[in-house]
T-cell receptor, first 114, second 114 residues
Framework: ETGVTQSPTHLIKTRGQQVTLRCSSQ?????VSWYQQALGQGPQFIFQ???????GRGNFPPRFSGLQFPNYSSELNVNALELDDSALYLC?????????????FGPGTRLLVL | AQTVTQSQPEMSVQEAETVTLSCTYD???????LFWYKQPPSRQMILVIR??????QNATENRFSVNFQKAAKSFSLKISDSQLGDTAMYFC???????????FGTGTRLQVTL
C-alpha cells in the first residue's frame, strides 16, 4: 500500500510569486484535504477535494486554489504569495464512504516566502 | 463551530513511565470522531488512535489508550511504557459527521527522557 506523498519537500519563493504544491493520495483513497501549519501551531484546514470538486473550504482567500485529478492526486496553488504564507503545507487523503473518513497525512511541503 | 483545546504546551516523561495528555473539545453535533495524531521532528503527521463518539468503550492501540468523557467533552491520551521514539508533538483533532475538515488543537510537545 502506497502512502501519501508530496512534492517538493522544500520551496523558497519571493513575495508576489505563485506556487504549486502536489500531492498523491494513498491507494484506495478518493478524497484529498489540504492544511496549512504555521510554526508552532496546529494545522488549519484550507479545503478538501472529492470527485474533482471542492468540497468544503476553510477561512482562506481565493488566491488559494486547488485541483483534483481523475487519479485522485491533487494540487494546491497559491497566487500573489505573502510573507505570512510561509508554513508547512500538509496534504491528507481519506476514503469518503468509510465510517470515520480517517485522514492520513503526507510528509508536507515547507514553503518559505521571502 | 468546533473547537479543540490542548492546555499543556509541553510535557516531559521518563522512559518506561506513563504520561497523560489532555484535550477538551466543543461541538454541537452528536455524530463526531476524535483523533490523536503524532508529529515527530521529521514532521510527518501519524495517526495514533481514534474514537467514535457513539462508542462508550475507550479506544486502545497497544501502549496508547484514551479516556473519552463525552459529557465533559474530554478526550485524553495515555501513553504507557513511554519510549524515546514517542518524543513528538501530539495533536488532538475533531471531525464532525457533517464536516469535511479536521479541527486541530495547538498541540502538546512531549519529551521522553532517559
Amino acid at each position: 500500500e502506497t502512502g501519501v506523498t508530496q512534492s517538493p519537500t522544500h520551496l523558497i519563493k519571493t513575495r508576489g510569486q505563485q506556487v504549486t504544491l502536489r500531492c498523491s493520495s494513498q491507494s484506495g483513497h478518493n478524497t484529498v484535504s489540504w492544511y496549512q501549519q504555521a510554526l508552532g501551531q496546529g494545522p488549519q484546514f484550507i479545503f478538501q477535494y472529492y470527485r474533482e470538486e471542492e468540497n468544503g473550504r476553510g477561512n482562506f482567500p481565493p488566491r488559494f486554489s486547488g485541483l483534483q485529478f481523475p487519479n485522485y492526486s491533487s494540487e494546491l496553488n497559491v497566487n500573489a504569495l505573502e510573507l505570512d504564507d510561509s508554513a508547512l503545507y500538509l496534504c491528507a487523503s481519506s476514503f469518503r464512504g468509510s465510517l470515520q473518513e480517517t485522514q492520513y497525512f503526507g510528509p508536507g511541503t515547507r514553503l518559505l516566502v521571502l | 463551530a468546533q473547537t479543540v483545546t490542548q492546555s499543556q504546551p509541553e510535557m516531559s516523561v521518563q522512559e518506561a513511565e506513563t504520561v497523560t495528555l489532555s484535550c477538551t473539545y466543543d461541538t454541537s453535533e452528536n455524530n463526531y470522531y476524535l483523533f490523536w495524531y503524532k508529529q515527530p521532528p521529521s514532521r510527518q503527521m501519524i495517526l495514533v488512535i481514534r474514537q467514535e463518539a457513539y462508542k462508550q468503550q475507550n479506544a486502545t492501540e497497544n501502549r496508547f489508550s484514551v479516556n473519552f468523557q463525552k459529557a465533559a467533552k474530554s478526550f485524553s491520551l495515555k501513553i504507557s511504557d513511554s519510549q524515546l521514539g514517542d518524543t513528538a508533538m501530539y495533536f488532538c483533532a475533531l471531525k464532525t459527521g457533517t464536516a469535511s475538515k479536521l479541527t486541530f488543537g495547538t498541540g502538546t510537545r512531549l519529551q521522553v527522557t532517559l
